[in-house]
T-cell receptor, first 109, second 112 residues
Framework: GIQVEQSPPDLILQEGANSTLRCNFS?????LQWFHQNPWGQLINLFY???GTKQNGRLSATTVATERYSLLYISSSQTTDSGVYFC???????????FGKGTSLLVTP | DGGITQSPKYLFRKEGQNVTLSCEQN?????MYWYRQDPGQGLRLIYY???????QKGDIAEGYSVSREKKESFPLTVTSAQKNPTAFYLC???????????FGQGTRLTVV
């Protein structure tokens, strides 16, 4: 089946540090999303980014569809950034998002 | 406010009983989805629907059933045939299957 692999699986940062989360996928992509799951379980939309680069405050994301990967950058991390970050990929019309297993991020004071 | 509403947030079920989870959206989205999440795991697709009166099985449909009689509603029934139903269930919707998807707050189901 279609594979979505995220790395690293776990990450511990000190407040103020920068980090890069990676998402590799095994097939073509028409839809690529990054989510942050908060401690209550809600999935918060970060980026819809099937290609190119987007920035939103301290977060930015880049998807290189031809090389089948996407990166999420977190700069000047804060304790509120803690949680699980998911990458999800969609293919052609008619299919739903496939999720990676996530990167669990802990930002310490 | 526009969004996706799942109810209830917490649900307890006795083994052998069917239970229905509600998902309603007022975003005028055509596509709706149900995912299951187990502790420490990613989301796995149960069912999805692209239009009213049509739906497709996802990766783990066994023991579940859905209906899509109205555009705004996509209820999920967890049947007694589901061997391990205790999990966190998330509903989502999108305009189409290649457009941005948005999620509800989830329902935590516990079988006792």
């Amino acid at each position: 089946g279609i594979q979505v692999e995220q790395s690293p699986p776990d990450l511990i940062l000190q407040e103020g540090a920068n980090s890069t989360l990676r998402c590799n996928f095994s097939d073509s992509v028409n839809n690529l999303q990054w989510f942050h799951q908060n401690p209550w379980g809600q999935l918060i939309n970060l980026f819809y980014i099937p290609s190119g680069t987007k920035q939103n405050g301290r977060l930015s994301a880049t998807t290189v569809a031809t090389e089948r990967y996407s990166l999420l950058y977190i700069s000047s991390s804060q304790t509120t950034d803690s949680g699980v970050y998911f990458c999800a990929r969609g293919a052609n019309s008619g299919y739903a998002l496939n999720f990676g297993k996530g990167t669990s991020l802990l930002v310490t004071p | 406010d526009g969004g996706i509403t799942q109810s209830p947030k917490y649900l307890f079920r006795k083994e052998g009983q069917n239970v229905t989870l509600s998902c309603e959206q007022n975003l005028n989205h055509d596509a709706m989805y149900w995912y299951r999440q187990d502790p420490g795991q990613g989301l796995r697709l149960i069912y999805y629907s692209q239009i009213v009166n049509d739906f497709q099985k996802g990766d783990i449909a066994e023991g579940y059933s859905v209906s899509r009689e109205k555009k705004e509603s996509f209820p999920l029934t967890v049947t007694s045939a589901q061997k391990n139903p205790t999990a966190f269930y998330l509903c989502a919707s999108s305009m189409g299957t290649v457009t941005e998807a948005f999620f509800g707050q989830g329902t935590r189901l516990t079988v006792v």
